[in-house]
């Protein structure tokens, strides 16, 4: 190639092509590639580093600190209700909260399903774990499982509902209408499948059988999109995962009653100081009603308005309208 012919080369370029010999040209460009290659090189783990300096700084100050000063870890498990990147984004800044405010390092350990979370605090791999309602009562009548907290809502309330939704364009207005139609549903371990199933369908008559369909998925959101895209007919999660989509897609159908929001459960022999060094500081959170929005601002939804202490019988309601089916039990 005739460099001289490029009216954009550099003077430079143009007169050491007159003579360059071929060899000593592919030498100059294997150079060059090679430079290029280290500079990629370079700039790519420069970006890497900066990824993690911002991540660190997002983490804040508190996780340092808590090294620095020697903090025992505390390990708090969490059933999973939603996926891993998505419970990391609202647990882990609960986590944060705790080791900035306890003489201990917090940190989340995440589950594959229910069960495991349940059993990680059985085998006492952590100290405490979020459970759902269902879950919870299972857990206190195999092993003695106690509640310490549970969230308030909205409406400073202790309480939460599932609901019955459907596709906004379903013909879908009562549970009798479900026959024949697609249903999605969370875990076979979460209140809202053993509500449905177990509880309305039953007295309406309505058996597995009269469906189209019946499948549970991992995670409630992944219900809420089945039914959003109309895959599914018809889904069954929590209230206040939905209210921003009803009437943008979907509909609601059929609200359950009231019951006590899911508890951060404990075993009975729980360390007196741990547990109470953790209740201490979710407590605090709503002592100062005008700083708890930025102290939660970055928490799971669910957990935004703060906590209040919980006890074994608040879960009664949870055991009259659900029945305790074989564990590992699923449907097709």
């Known amino acids: 190639m005739d460099l001289r012919k490029n009216s954009n080369s550099p003077t430079r370029i143009d007169v050491e092509a007159k003579t360059e010999s071929p060899g000593t040209r592919i030498w100059v460009l294997v150079a060059i590639g090679l430079a290029a290659i280290v500079g990629l090189t370079a700039l790519f783990y420069s970006i890497v580093m900066d990824i993690e300096r911002d991540y660190g700084a997002k983490r804040g100050p508190e996780t340092g600190d808590s090294l620095s000063a020697g903090k025992a870890v505390v390990y708090i498990g969490v059933i999973s209700r939603y996926p891993p990147t998505i419970m990391l984004r609202g647990y882990q800044p609960i986590m944060d909260y705790l080791t900035e405010n306890t003489p201990y390092r917090f940190e989340l350990l995440l589950s594959g399903d229910y069960n495991e979370a349940l059993?990680?605090?059985?085998?006492?791999?952590?100290?405490?774990?979020?459970?759902?309602?269902?879950?919870?009562?299972?857990?206190?009548?195999?092993?003695?499982?106690?509640?310490?907290?549970?969230?308030?809502?909205?409406?400073?309330?202790?309480?939460?509902?599932?609901?019955?939704?459907?596709?906004?364009?379903?013909?879908?207005?009562?549970?009798?209408?479900?026959?024949?139609?697609?249903?999605?549903?969370?875990?076979?371990?979460?209140?809202?499948?053993?509500?449905?199933?177990?509880?309305?369908?039953?007295?309406?008559?309505?058996?597995?059988?009269?469906?189209?369909?019946?499948?549970?998925?991992?995670?409630?959101?992944?219900?809420?999109?089945?039914?959003?895209?109309?895959?599914?007919?018809?889904?069954?999660?929590?209230?206040?995962?939905?209210?921003?989509?009803?009437?943008?897609?979907?509909?609601?159908?059929?609200?359950?009653?009231?019951?006590?929001?899911?508890?951060?459960?404990?075993l009975k022999d729980y360390d007196r100081e741990i547990i109470g060094a953790m209740k201490a500081a979710l407590l605090a959170v709503n002592r100062d009603a005008a700083r708890r929005p930025a102290l939660t601002r970055e928490w799971d939804g669910e957990f935004v308005n703060g906590f209040v202490e919980a006890s074994d019988a608040d879960y009664a309601p949870v055991r009259a309208i659900t029945t305790v089916v074989p564990h590992g039990a699923a449907r097709r």
Not at 142 to 168: D, F, H, T, W
């Open 119 to 266: 059993q990680n605090l059985v085998a006492r791999r952590v100290s405490a774990v979020f459970l759902g309602s269902y879950l919870y009562v299972q857990a206190h009548e195999r092993y003695g499982v106690i509640p310490v907290l549970k969230p308030l809502n909205e409406n400073m309330q202790p309480v939460s509902r599932s609901v019955l939704i459907a596709g906004a364009n379903m013909s879908i207005r009562t549970v009798r209408d479900l026959v024949g139609k697609r249903l999605a549903l969370p875990s076979t371990e979460s209140f809202s499948a053993h509500w449905i199933m177990e509880y309305v369908c039953t007295r309406n008559g309505i058996a597995v059988h009269d469906f189209a369909l019946v499948h549970n998925f991992s995670h409630h959101n992944t219900v809420i999109a089945q039914v959003l895209n109309g895959t599914y007919d018809a889904g069954v999660t929590r209230e206040y995962l939905v209210k921003d989509l009803l009437g943008k897609g979907l509909m609601p159908v059929l609200y359950s009653d009231a019951i006590p929001t899911s508890p951060l459960a404990v």
